[in-house]
T-cell receptor, first 118, second 113 residues
Framework: DGGITQSPKYLFRKEGQNVTLSCEQN?????MYWYRQDPGQGLRLIYY???????QKGDIAEGYSVSREKKESFPLTVTSAQKNPTAFYLCASSIDLALGPGKNQPQHFGDGTRLSIL | AQTVTQSQPEMSVQEAETVTLSCTYDTSESDYYLFWYKQPPSRQMILVIR??????QNATENRFSVNFQKAAKSFSLKISDSQLGDAAMYFCVKGTSGSRLTFGEGTQLTVNP
């Protein structure tokens, strides 16, 4: 079955520590995204990538970093600079949007990672 | 900032009845898409329905339909014959070129047996 796999499901971070959240997709999608969800709120975009070796900042990129070395993988690192990392993190992917205007395809989401501070 | 507003933090409906969730949005773009996603307690994000802004006809998916009023920038979701499995947080979402999604704050729907 094609889909998006996020790991781990739960993650704990100590003060001053960087942690990396994994996101893998086998849907052959070009574009991948990372969102943060705080309790009772919608999703906010952290970073996105439309092609391998390229990525763009979203609305709340400070304190986070990403890489896109392979089409199927888009790991997110929560750095020690992110002072309030406790949240639910969702990874998503979609067909490449660079197909002209009005080609916005729905995003497929992983099951999420819940990150907490120890 | 372009926003999506869901004015109903919580809604409830009796099983088998109909409920409408409201959504308004702000945009300066002429070409965009609108979605409704649901997020059950499992926290999965599931696409419910999608509307292209350039289409006048309202989208329908089985028991789910939308009322898209482009001039008013309104995009409501109607759920007919509500089922217990429809209970979830529902997000109104706007997508623009480059696949940037903007989420509303969500409406928590409770379905009463």
């Amino acid at each position: 079955d094609g889909g998006i796999t996020q790991s781990p499901k739960y993650l704990f971070r100590k003060e001053g520590q960087n942690v990396t959240l994994s996101c893998e997709q086998n849907l052959n999608h070009d574009a991948m995204y990372w969102y943060r969800q705080d309790p009772g709120q919608g999703l906010r975009l952290i970073y996105y990538s439309q092609i391998v070796n390229d990525f763009q900042k979203g609305d709340i990129a400070e304190g986070y970093s990403v890489s896109r070395e392979k089409k199927e993988s888009f790991p997110l690192t929560v750095t020690s600079a992110q002072k309030n990392p406790t949240a639910f993190y969702l990874c998503a992917s979609s067909i490449d949007l660079a197909l002209g205007p009005g080609k916005n395809q729905p995003q497929h989401f992983g099951d999420g990672t819940r990150l907490s501070i120890l | 900032a372009q926003t999506v507003t869901q004015s109903q933090p919580e809604m409830s409906v009796q099983e088998a009845e109909t409920v409408t969730l409201s959504c308004t949005y702000d945009t300066s773009e002429s070409d965009y898409y609108l979605f409704w996603y649901k997020q059950p307690p499992s926290r999965q994000m599931i696409l419910v329905i999608r509307q292209e802004a350039y289409k006048q006809q309202n989208a329908t998916e089985n028991r789910f339909s939308v009322n898209f009023q482009k001039a008013a920038k309104s995009f409501s979701l109607k759920i007919s014959d509500s089922q217990l499995g429809d209970a979830a947080m529902y997000f109104c979402v706007k997508g623009t070129s480059g696949s940037r999604l903007t989420f509303g704050e969500g409406t928590q729907l409770t379905v009463n047996p």
